[in-house]
């Protein structure tokens, strides 16, 4: 249904989109997540046009739309498009913003359009809005007629970039269950949101966005309960990550002390845990790793879940297969170990960082 | 909401009624002046009434007011170095500042001083000492075409004076019996018409009664004229304009009791002096008789002098045609070009942008005035056009540019979001710009919109610098036969407001138009039959 090739594109600062390379089929209904300035509203645009791509092409239905020859109006009126904002037209009634396009664009009639329209709108609850102006509405209502008025040009495709970004809390529900029943008719759809559980709830698909592409490409199940790369695994798990680097005896213990101290505050980690941290930061690095090893070069990487509220810390270094927390002793050992609830040991392929120390802290 | 507009016109007018009144009840209350000619005439033959000053050396310290563009300006510097001097575009500015003692006095002709103490007992001048004797002439632009006509004239004139008509002529419009002031008809001739330039605001030289442009130095043009079997057209302007207009090749000669003086003789051709006399120092009257009129008698009077006389209101009535002819195709015209140079701007073409940007800059940054005499005396310097074609061009440029700011003003406070909205549909471009974007971008602007029809209305005011007989320009006419300020400004002041009224009317119910909000169910879904 919808082909990419290599999609890039560019602004003077920023690359969002560096290889894109895809294949939508008929029926999909895409979850499109990942983090912010990943591209995932670009991809969307620029599959309507409303961006024009750097580079790369794109086939919808077989037609290249990226080909300059291409009647792309005609294109769009296949693809419909719910915006963040809603855009919908404030000089004129919520009927006629549902009517007007196809009877501009499709040729019907009037009376037709009105028919269809106010179905539509009975299907999303707003029939007695229909000749009121989009700034008497809430947010909800507004993005609901949005829906309506792509609905009523009949799209094969339907692309929604967060289409409750912009909404209160109190009004999400209300479009989100709009967009659940469309996402049960079969129409191909594709949803850029931040709401992970909604997005499992319709999709048969998810694209990872990161990196400058699609990072991932799966099942929701493949993704959110498996996932392969990662990144991805931190995304869905709304991991928070801080990596260390320590390269010689004489590093900078303060510095690195400060920097743990700005994490936790930043992703509001409690006081409790950040001590955890902080302590087997000191007594692992200091007391285990570096008295241990002859040239010492340590990465040491934090995760801290938001979800759970727990955090795990990961320690790769050099040197001859050692597990400090089975081999070593002393105060310090026993200092860790009272502050963990879980360890795993083991060797990886890394030639530089041949051990892997994992520890899950206690909370 | 329709009725609130009406009530608020006219509420504008009680207010503009009541300032009248007020502003009438202020200059008819002092009893500063008399106007009633038959209380005191003056002849040529009587005596002079004493001035406040009896000597020019009073005045060598005094405020003296001077005719802008005028050859006295030279004069008074050179005759009173030390005395002040103030500018005034025309005669009867002068009479007024004089009577109302914010000048000591002001130099001029004595034929003319002679006129206007025909009508204002309380000004006399200093007989026994003239400022300078002088000649007047008509004057020819300095070319072969202008020679050739000089000496036309110049053996006329020689004919004319040695059988003693000159002096018959004389004695017919200096004199006082308007009835024989008349001037011969002048048939087409079949040599062409010759287009003369004047300032119709110097009686009794040339001036305007009965609509028609008539005078001493008139009734001598179309005698040269009928007896050289040529054609004839006066053409009245501001007297700065005269001498440009024959340099410029707008006017074949000038007649418009011009001085000669050595300076403008190095710019045009004089002809030989048709006139000498003598420019007299005017002033107030030692003791002024303060017989006022009483409020009632002095308004109506003015208003027969203002309007009733000659048919005056004609005049008015000719002015307001021509200021509206201006504003309402520099409206349409200008409304069209804004609207047309954006939509070529519109998508950011860099070519049709820059081109706009400089234009912009050009028209914006010259005054409307001068952008006229440069399009009249310059850009259309060798083409025979009106003023009035001229003052539309002006205008639609001027107004043109401001409307094309409003819109870029209007398309760009619509939301992005909406362009996008309506080419997620599938819409083009255009038709997304005309159904979507414009119909939102154009309840923005059309406050300013009627604003600067306002403004346009106002600016029209200049143009009897490019010799268009608008409403400003007939008051000024008029005024120069009334000597009186008051009456026929606040008249055509009250004429101004009404048309800004009206247009600012018109321009409402356009308002009402453009808000979708105003429209009814029935409007809103035409043509749908609606079933529940």
Known sequence: ?363 | MDRALNRRFYSLLTVLLFLFVFLTGLAYGTPARSESESVSRTDQTEAVPQGVYTSLDQLADKEIGVQTGSSFDLLVTEKLPDAKKLYFNSKSDMVNALLGKKIDAFVTDEPVVREIMRQYAGLTYISEDPLENFECALAFPRNSKGEKLRQEFNAFLARFKADGKLEEMEAKWFGEDESIKDIPVVPEGDKGILRVATEAAFEPFEYVRNGQIVGYDVDLVSRFCIENGYGLEMVDMVFDGVLTSIQTGKCDFAAAGITVTPERKENVLFSEPNFAGRIVAVVRVAKSSKDGNGFQTGILDSFRKTFLREDRWKLFLEGVGNTLIITVLSIVLGTALGFGVFMLCRNGNPLANGMTRFMMWLIQGTPVVVLLMILYYIIFGSVSVTGIFVSVIGFSLTFGSAVFSLLKMGVGAVDPGQYEAAYALGYSNRRTFFRFILPQALPHVISAYQGEIVGLIKATAVVGYIAVQDLTKMGDIVRSRTYEAFFPLIAITLIYFLLEGLFSFLVSRIRIHLDPKRRKKGEVLKGVKIHD
């Open chain 1, 1 to 363: 249904m919808i082909k990419i090739e290599h999609l890039k594109k560019e602004y003077p600062n920023a690359t969002p989109l560096r290889d894109v390379n895809v294949e939508i089929r008929d029926g999909d209904v895409i979850s499109v997540i990942g983090p912010s300035g990943t591209g995932k509203s670009t991809l969307l645009r620029c599959i309507n046009q409303l961006e024009k791509p750097t580079d790369g092409k794109i086939w919808v239905d077989g037609v290249e739309i990226t080909d300059p020859g291409c009647d792309i109006n005609k294109v769009r009126r296949k693809m419909g498009m719910v915006f963040q904002s809603f855009n919908l037209f404030g000089n004129m009634t919520v009927i006629e913003n549902i009517m007007i396009a196809p009877v501009d664009l499709l040729g019907k009639t009037k009376q037709d359009a009105y028919d269809t329209g106010m179905r539509l709108l009975r299907t999303v609850g707003l029939a007695e809005k229909a000749l009121n102006y989009p700034d008497e509405l809430s947010g909800g209502q507004k993005q609901r007629i949005a829906i309506a008025r792509t609905l009523a040009m009949d799209p094969d495709v339907i692309l929604l970039d967060e289409p409750t970004s912009a909404l209160d809390p109190t009004m999400v529900g209300e479009v989100q269950a709009v967009i659940r029943d469309l996402a049960k008719t079969g129409k191909t759809m594709m949803i850029v949101t931040h709401e992970m559980a909604f997005a499992r709830a319709i999709c048969n698909r998810v694209f990872y966005m990161d990196e400058g592409g699609i990072y991932e490409d799966g099942t929701p199940e493949e993704i959110f309960d498996h996932p392969k790369r990662e990144n991805t695994r931190r995304f869905v798990r709304r991991l928070k990550v801080l990596e260390l680097a320590v390269s010689n005896s004489d590093y900078d213990y303060l510095g690195m002390a400060g920097e743990i101290r700005q994490y936790c505050n930043k992703n509001q980690i409690t006081p409790k845990l950040e001590n955890h941290i902080q302590l087997a930061f000191e007594e692992t690095v200091q007391y285990l790793l570096i008295p241990a090893l002859e040239n010492p070069r340590i990465r040491v990487i934090i995760e801290y879940s938001e979800a759970e509220e727990s955090a795990i810390m990961t320690f790769r270094y050099n040197g001859a297969p050692l597990n400090v927390i089975e081999q070593g002793n002393g105060l310090p050992l026993s200092v860790v170990k009272g502050i963990i609830v879980e360890t795993e040991y083991g060797i990886t392929d890394d030639e530089e960082y041949k051990n892997q120390l994992v520890l899950k802290l206690r909370q």
